[in-house]
Every structure is written in structure tokens, then in C-alpha cells.
């Protein structure tokens, strides 16, 4: 499998209630780095390809990873250096691979 990509898996961390009352929202935490292969997709080519109906941008090949779920933010640097952000909406586990099918996130 083509790795082109570091991509970090970071997970939705909740809000708390801080030791003056004020809540304080939850935010993003970084869970590890993979390497993978990103991809152009569509929501047509998914509904064509699988036969969901979900909104995504693009897909990433990956091992398999236990660490990524649906709602997981992925992020990377593209080759222009500017930050990507992208939610995972599906994933299509294969015998020693998996499909993620995300959505890129407007920063």
C-alpha cells in the first residue's frame, strides 16, 4: 500500500466544569500519527461504489486501526503546507486494510 501521508488521529476530548463554575468546552487531542494514502472521493462515487449516502471529500488507505472511528478527526499538512482537517464519516475494513471515507472540515 502506497504511504504518502502522515496523518495525526486525534479524538474529541468532552467540556468540563472548571473549580469556578465556568464550563470549559472540550477540544481535540492527539492520539497518535499513521501513515497513509489520501485520495479524492465523492459522495456520488460512495453511493456508486458501496451504496452509501454520506457526505465525504476524499478517502485515506490505511492499515488497520482500532484508533480510528467514525467522528475521529484526522490532520495533516498538504504539499503546500497548509494545515488539513477531516472528519471520518465511514469506514470500510478490509482484510489487512481499511477505506476511511472523510469529510474535510472548513477551518
Known amino acids: 500500500m502506497l504511504e504518502n501521508f502522515t496523518v495525526g488521529i486525534y479524538a474529541k ?3 468540563y466544569q472548571d473549580s469556578h463554575g465556568s464550563w470549559v468546552p472540550g477540544g481535540e487531542e ?3 500519527n499513521i501513515d497513509c494514502d489520501i485520495q479524492p472521493y465523492s459522495t456520488e462515487l460512495l453511493l456508486k461504489d458501496y451504496g452509501y449516502n454520506i457526505e465525504v471529500t476524499n478517502r485515506i488507505f490505511c492499515n488497520l486501526d482500532t484508533d480510528i472511528k467514525i467522528g475521529t478527526i484526522l490532520k495533516y499538512k498538504d ?3 497548509q494545515d488539513k482537517s477531516y472528519e ?3 469506514i470500510i ?3 489487512d486494510f481499511m477505506e476511511v471515507m472523510i469529510f474535510e472540515l472548513q477551518e
Do not use: A, F, I, S
Open 13 to 15: 476530548t468532552e467540556g
Open 88 to 90: 471520518v464519516r465511514k
Open 30 to 32: 492527539l492520539v497518535k
Open 93 to 95: 475494513p478490509w482484510d
Open 79 to 81: 504539499k503546500w503546507n
